[in-house]
């Protein structure tokens, strides 16, 4: 199969991309519409937030996605740490213990003597 066919049959198959819903009306009056973000061949919609009509006053309500916010924390997190312990292994705050670490620091301590 050739790629124009694909997407031929890909934009032939896929429904009209509509970035707003049907309005709902709330037994208040309220009337929500709610707005969706089309993307993959106008294959996956994703929410965006509603438009919220009350009393002649229309309000924003965006939609948050909180799994993507908490994997977004994480990965924060999980950087800082990774930053953190390199930087001890590459400086430990602690002194050198080893071999050539003491014998330096014989030799500061001799040095230092009047």
Same mark, same amino acid.
């Given at each position: 199969?050739?790629?124009?066919?694909?997407? $031929?049959?890909? !934009?032939?198959?896929?429904?009209?991309?509509?970035?707003?819903?049907?309005?709902?009306?709330?037994?208040?009056?309220?009337?929500?519409?709610?707005?969706?973000?089309?993307?993959?061949?106008?294959?996956?919609?994703?929410?965006?937030?509603?438009f919220v009509v009350h009393d002649g006053a229309v309000q924003w309500a965006p939609a948050?996605?909180?799994? !993507?916010?908490?994997?977004?924390?994480?990965?924060?997190?999980?950087?800082?740490?990774?930053?953190?312990?390199?930087?001890?292994?590459?400086?430990?705050?602690?002194? $050198?213990?080893?071999?050539?670490?003491?014998?330096a620091l014989r030799e500061r301590r001799i040095a230092a003597r009047p």
């Amino acid at each position: 199969m050739e790629l124009w066919e694909e997407l $031929d049959r890909l !934009r032939t198959g896929a429904p009209e991309p509509r970035v707003f819903g049907d309005p709902y009306e709330t037994t208040a009056g309220t009337t929500i519409i709610p707005v969706s973000r089309i993307g993959g061949f106008g294959r996956v919609a994703r929410p965006v937030g509603v438009f919220v009509v009350h009393d002649g006053a229309v309000q924003w309500a965006p939609a948050t996605d909180h799994t !993507r916010l908490a994997l977004l924390a994480e990965i924060g997190g999980l950087t800082a740490a990774i930053i953190a312990t390199i930087a001890v292994l590459r400086r430990p705050p602690w002194p $050198d213990l080893s071999v050539r670490g003491l014998a330096a620091l014989r030799e500061r301590r001799i040095a230092a003597r009047p």
